[in-house]
């Protein structure tokens, strides 16, 4: 059986870049302008979908924010 590494190329241009988030490097076959690694964007999301029911919205003012901002979900997909 003959080594798949020696003989596997990537097809494109492959950049190694630097989180901006945490400081870890990665690879990506995008040259990103602000490159945010998996992790990271996996917790970015998690937070975005996290909602919390004790502060009032400030645009319409129904409870639940999303976690970190000052706005519904509503409020926040409609801008």
Known sequence: M??????WKPKGK?????CL???NGFISNHKLEAPICGS?????K???NTVDFDQ???SCENRGVIYGKN?????YFKF
């Open 14 to 18: 492959v950049y190694g870049l630097r």
């Open 56 to 58: 009032v919205c400030n």
């Open 40 to 44: 990271c964007l996996q917790k970015t």
């Open 21 to 23: 988030q945490c400081g």
């Open 71 to 75: 706005i519904c979900h509503k409020c």
């Open 46 to 48: 998690s937070l975005d």
């Open 2 to 7: 003959k080594n798949f590494f020696k003989q």
